[in-house]
Every structure is written in C-alpha cells, then in structure tokens.
C-alpha cells in the first residue's frame, strides 16, 4: 500500500505500551521479564523430585484459582489444548450419541473428529455462523455434549450454564482455552474442561489442562473403545486411573522453562486477586472496544449479541459502506491491509482475523492486556481503515 496514501491521514498521538494483541499465544503478563524465569529446572528430568514438583504446583495452584470441585481429577497432558481436547474424544466418546456444537473454527474441527476421524454413527452437529452460537434448547442431554466454551475464531461465548441441566444423562466436554482465567466456568454444570497455559495466562505453548468431573472419571472406568488409543491419549491402565497424570508425572516430556513460565502467569493471577481480578480485567477490555465500537461507522462486532460477546477474542468486522461494497475477495484483502498497517506502525501484532473467520479484526483481551494498550490501540484502527479506504478510492 501507498505510504503516501496513509501519511494523508493525521496518524494518533499516543501507542500501546505493549502492541502485543495475538490471540494465543498471547501477551505477557504486565511487567514480565526472562528474569521470572531463572527458577527453570533446565536440564533436569522432569521424573525428579523437584521438577515434579513444579508440575505438581502448576496443577495446585491452578485447582484453587479457578476453584475447582475438591472431586474433580486436574492433569497436565501432551499437545496444548487440543491434546486435552482429543485425549477426552477418543477415550469417552461412543458410549452414547453425541452432539457437537459447531460455531467457529476450532468446534468444527471437533466436530470433524467426531464424525469423520471417530466415525461415531450417532452424532449430529448443531451449528451456528461465525459471532452466533448454535440453539441451544435443541441440544439433547440424554447424550454427550461436545463445545467450545468460547469461540476463540469468531468471538462469541455460551453465555452461562443454565441451560445444562444439572440432571444431564451425558457428559459435558468444554474446550475452554480461551475462557478460563477470564470467565466463569461453570463446574457443576460440566465433566470435561480443558485449556492451556497459552492463553488467559500468558503462557508459552507446551502441555494442556485436563479436568474431569467424577462422572467423566467413571465413563473412563467403565467404557472401553474399541479403537486403539495411541499412548498419548491413554487415561487409565489395567482398568484403572493413571493417577500419576493428576499429579505431575506428564505422559511425555514437559518443557521446564514452559512449566516455569505458567507458574509465573498463576502467582501473577494470584497476586492481583485470583480469578474475579481476572475476569474484571478482561471485562473492562471488551468494554473498552465496546465504547469505541458504539456509534462508530467504521466497525461492528461479529458477535452482535452482547450477551454472547467474548470478553477475550473480540471479533469485529469492517462495517463502513465502502467496505461492504467490495467483493468477498477485495474485503479480505482490504481487511489484510488494515492489519498490515498497524503491524508496520508497531502499535498491533497478529490482529488479522483467523483464516477461516470473516475478514476483520481480533484482538486479544484476556488479563494479561492493560486495558490503557487497547484504549491507545483503538484511534490507530481508525486511522488505518480510513487509510486504505483512501488508498481504494484513489486507485478507483
């Protein structure tokens, strides 16, 4: 794009102190150096008693943060996330019919998983466009429940629990990488949650959370698939629990460094209040946008819903008239650009919407992002768009 074509627009006075706005992994939390993690265990195995230790404080401190049942198994599992999220797949799923919620890009590939990885002959998917989510008076708790808490590509979240009744015949699977640390999670309501220290906390990629509730521990008890279950996914041996995975010893080898870095995300979370700090601070950076976005011509959200809006990945698309009337094609490159600028200012990194997602804007909000970044953040969006809806016209 011309710099002329930006230059032609007064560019704001002030930038985000920390331009980091991915969503996942995502920003350090506030004043985090390399120093935090002199502690590492480097070069040390993880079987040891003090690197194990380290693992087991992840899972300790993580239980009391997020005040998960006292009942409920907490281990740390291979492959981030979406190991946590396979690993509950395809060891409990078959016993039962199965319905997915599919409302963005990461609940459609679980959905995949289920009818074309699986093969599960009784499962449906209850699908929902990006910024919606499916209807959820037509899910069937006489079977298992497969979801994403929050919709990390599309920005729309399940708005509470109260429509899982308590009574549930089937087990509840939640991804919730993108919602733990920042939202309420209700517990009672679920059997499976994951996430991972990439996210909420600020972590670095690594290993993923496994909780199960003890009805989850007993379908893994009781049910055994008839498929083979490759190593990384196994959550019980001769019939029983593999305690060890709840208490430290990980299926496979962990990064200490990695650990480090997510005991320093939780002792942060625990330091500025737990987790109700936590989600007051991601909820005043979605209001934050929200303020800006109200009247302003130039944006919307994708989630139009506010009570369904997430307060971490918040999605907006480009809503201004000379936008809309561009082809599918020129709007994503539009919106390209957009993030284009503002990555060549320095004032927003990997903002650009998710490939599979409409073109827009995501930027992260979860505790780790000062709101004072995002506020500093949003007169640079403006800018930008006005910029290469300058940049079209002059070339029109």
């Known amino acids: 794009m011309a710099d002329a074509a930006a230059a032609a627009h007064a560019k704001p006075q002030h930038r985000p102190h920390n331009p980091n706005f991915s969503s996942g992994p995502c920003a350090k939390r506030p004043g985090f150096t390399l120093e935090a993690l002199s502690g590492a265990m480097l070069g040390r195995s993880h079987r040891a008693k003090e690197p194990k230790a380290k693992l087991a404080e992840v899972i300790t401190r993580s239980r009391d943060i997020l005040g998960l049942p006292s009942d409920w198994r907490l281990g740390i599992v291979p492959a981030s996330d979406t190991g946590a999220v396979e690993m509950a797949l395809w060891s409990m799923l078959g016993a039962r019919p199965v319905d997915v919620l599919a409302f963005e890009s990461f609940s459609e590939a679980w959905a995949t998983d289920v009818l074309k990885q699986l093969k599960l002959a009784d499962a449906r998917v ?9 209807d959820l008076a037509a899910v069937d708790f006489s079977h298992d429940v497969v979801l994403a808490w929050n919709g990390t590509t599309s920005g729309a979240r399940m708005p509470n629990g109260d429509w899982i009744p308590a009574d549930r015949e089937g087990l509840v699977i939640a991804d ?3 919602a733990a640390f920042a939202m309420e999670l209700p517990f009672e309501k ?15 990629a690594a290993h993923g959370m496994l909780a199960l509730s003890p009805r989850a521990v007993e379908r893994l008890l009781t049910y055994k698939p008839e498929r083979p279950l ?17 208490a430290g010893e990980t299926i496979n080898t962990p990064s200490m460094l990695a ?4 005991l320093d995300g939780l002792r942060w979370a625990e330091g500025i209040g737990g987790l109700k700090a936590m989600i007051a601070r991601s909820e005043r950076n979605l209001a934050a946008i929200a303020r800006w976005a109200e009247g302003n011509a130039r944006v919307e959200f994708l989630a139009a819903d506010p009570a369904i809006r997430s307060c ?3 999605c907006l698309v480009i809503a201004a008239p000379w936008f809309a009337a561009l082809d599918a094609e020129a709007q994503a490159k539009a919106a390209k650009r957009v993030a284009a600028l503002l990555e060549a200012e320095g004032v927003a990194h990997d903002i650009g919407a998710y490939r599979d997602a409409p073109p827009g804007l995501r930027i992260w909000g979860g505790a780790t992002v000062e709101t004072a970044d995002i506020e500093a953040l949003l007169p ?7 910029a290469v809806h300058s940049d079209i016209s002059a070339k029109a």
Do not use: C, H
């Open 380 to 386: 640079w969006i403006d800018w930008a768009i006005d």
């Open 259 to 262: 650990v480090e870095d997510a």
């Open 190 to 204: 679920l059997d499976v949650v994951t996430w991972s220290w990439q996210k909420a906390l600020g972590g670095e």
């Open 312 to 314: 971490t990945s918040i």
């Open 176 to 178: 919730a990488t993108s």
């Open 126 to 134: 209850l699908g929902a466009p990006y910024g919606q989510i499916p």
């Open 230 to 246: 490759p190593k990384i996914f196994r959550l019980t041996s001769g019939g029983k629990l593999i305690e060890g995975i709840f």
